[in-house]
């Protein structure tokens, strides 16, 4: 419920939405795929919501990553889930919690004073090594 509100209150309030820009049904597409994206594998924000932010929205590189930054916390209605299965430590997610909030404001100022098209290359670079770890190592 908190989630719904939180999301009413950026669209209707906080956000200047605008349909020829922004496509309501294609937000929403976005946000579909993520999500069970999300669910299903534990993905969203970084691997898939910033590539189809700037794909389909148009967004640049760091109007996608702020963006996806701004949805992570709604994800706590797919967490609660996995949590009622028993499938969350909260004690390591409170340990990694912290460390991503420094990391997290450390990356945002770096990230945002990169150019877009050095930023865009290193997003790219990551999402390589990341696909080549998993794909050919254990």
Excluded: D, R, W
Excluded at 95 to 123: D, M, N, Q
């Amino acid at each position: 419920m908190l989630s719904l509100i939180v999301i009413c209150k950026l669209l209707f309030v906080n956000c200047k939405l605008k349909t020829e820009k922004m496509n309501i049904l294609t937000c929403l597409g976005i946000g579909l795929a993520g999500g069970i994206l999300s669910g299903l594998m534990g993905v969203g924000g970084g691997i898939v919501l910033i590539p189809l932010m700037i794909i389909f929205l148009k967004m640049t590189q760091h109007q996608a990553q702020g963006t996806s930054l701004a949805i992570i916390m709604l994800s706590f209605v797919s967490m609660m889930v996995y949590y009622k299965k028993g499938h969350v430590n909260l004690g390591i997610a409170a340990l990694i919690g912290v460390g991503f909030i420094v990391g997290g404001l450390i990356g945002a100022y770096f990230a945002t004073s990169l150019p877009e098209h050095v930023l865009k290359k290193c997003f790219a670079v990551f999402l390589l090594i990341v696909a080549f770890k998993m794909l050919f190592f254990k």
